[in-house]
């Protein structure tokens, strides 16, 4: 099959292009190695069970970018958030604490609270800060680093906190000034930044929101096509398949994620640029309950995080996030350290039995099914040095009409409305004249 432009990935990059493309009036395909499209975007079924792979509430800061999911005819559901951190006291008992952290330090007890209060007054707040490990330090304080900071980011992590670049906070987190702070802790509380207040969430799944998307380009998507090996002769792309598929383009846009394309191509030194890049693998377990079963303490919550020794480091609840769902959880556990050495029975297991430990589960006779899938790529850690590798990668490609876009193809970490925003961005650079 011959086409000017080849899609690798159909995730929501891929598919939000290849709908512009169409547009356009362009002569692509998509190339999507599952069995169906989306990427993360994918809603999973289990019996009567409906969830996602991790938090998929869609809020933006960008009115257009807001717009843009409004505008397309799903039936959305409309929460005000509901997120909270789990906090284990020294005797076993869980306290639920507001999420951001600095708006639950309210609610922790008195010794926790006044080390969080003390460390923030007096962090140094040093500018010149490179690694996460320091900016914790700098900025959030010992107490704030003691109580969670530290804990959750070593926990979520594949990586030492003193090799990931301090990017991956400093351009997300705005450190409150310390009478703002003072205030929040013991006044008037805030939910951080106003637009992630409110969000809308499509009642049949997130699947939803990228079937639709890519319901008008299915004759240009190919499932079930691994990409192997690329080689470019004569100016053209061959993208060639596991499956022996043939495919040639004059332009590559690879959405999948940056290592699998850096394997499969044939370039001069690309791939030598492998070994230069981290990420986190991670198990999705969901554990749904039978009928009339709660969760306890969270069941209201769309989602918590969990720093302590539970396997897991987040929970969404799939129930809170459309009426239709009934209540099941999805557990979160990067592939490192203990997981990777147990079965998908053992690991099941275990998330049942820390939230029977922690007290969100009463029984285990409450839950109905338990399933468990393992995405590859969720997470790239910024690691220190890896805007400068990236550049050279960009620039290495792009010489060759290859390049790069969405979260995995790009490398960055991105939410859903950025990733809309991000392909419109490069449709109107590389496509509108």
Not at 212 to 237: C, E, F, M, Y
Not at 380 to 400: F, N, Q
């Amino acid at each position: 099959m011959s086409v000017k432009i080849a899609v690798l990935g159909g995730g929501l990059a891929g598919l939000e292009l290849g709908r512009r493309l169409n547009e356009q009036g362009k002569d692509f395909v998509v190339l999507e190695k599952e069995p169906r499209t989306g990427g993360l975007c994918r809603t999973n079924t289990t019996g009567p069970y409906r969830w996602d792979f991790a938090v998929h509430a869609i809020y933006s800061r960008s009115q257009e970018a807001m717009d843009f999911f409004c505008s397309l005819p799903l039936d959305y559901q409309y929460s005000d958030r509901n997120v909270k951190i789990v906090h284990r006291k020294g005797n076993g008992r869980t306290v639920l604490l507001d999420y951001p952290f600095e708006n639950g330090i309210r609610d922790l007890p008195i010794r926790e609270k006044l080390e969080c209060v003390l460390g923030y007054v007096f962090a140094r707040r040093k500018k010149d800060v490179h690694t996460l490990a320091e900016w914790i330090e700098s900025y959030s304080g010992f107490g704030t680093a003691r109580h969670f900071m530290v804990p959750y980011n070593r926990k979520i992590w594949n990586c030492p906190l003193s090799e990931i670049s301090s990017d991956l906070v400093s351009v997300k987190i705005e450190p409150a000034a310390p009478l703002e702070f003072m205030k929040n802790v013991f006044w008037k509380k805030e939910v951080g930044r106003a637009y992630q207040a409110k969000f809308i969430y499509p009642r049949e799944g997130v699947q939803a929101l990228t079937d639709h998307i890519g319901r008008d380009i299915q004759n240009r998507v190919v499932t079930n096509a691994k990409v192997s090996h690329l080689r470019q002769q004569n100016g053209r792309w061959g993208i060639f398949t596991t499956r022996g598929q043939k495919f040639e383009a004059d332009t590559v846009i690879s959405t999948i994620p940056l290592p699998e394309l850096l394997r499969a191509i044939e370039m001069e030194g690309i791939r030598s640029h492998y070994d230069q890049l981290r990420w986190n693998h991670t198990f999705f377990i969901m554990v749904g309950l039978k009928d009339g079963a709660r969760f306890r303490m969270i069941d209201d919550c769309h989602w918590v995080f969990f720093k302590g020794d539970e396997v897991f480091y987040r929970l969404t609840l799939m129930h809170n996030f459309s009426n239709r769902f009934p209540a099941a959880a999805v557990a979160e556990i990067t592939d490192k350290g203990r997981a990777s050495g147990m079965s998908p029975e053992e690991m099941s297991g275990a998330v049942v039995n820390d939230l029977m430990r922690i007290g969100v589960l009463r029984s285990a006779e409450d839950v109905q099914v338990t399933d468990i899938r393992r995405v590859e790529y969720t997470y790239m850690i910024p690691t220190l040095g890896l805007a400068e590798v990236k550049k050279g990668i960009k620039d290495t490609l792009e010489a060759r009409n290859v390049f790069l876009l969405g979260r995995n193809g790009n490398w960055e970490y991105l939410n859903m409305d950025n990733i809309v925003l991000r392909v419109r961005d490069f449709v109107r650079k590389n496509f509108l004249g």
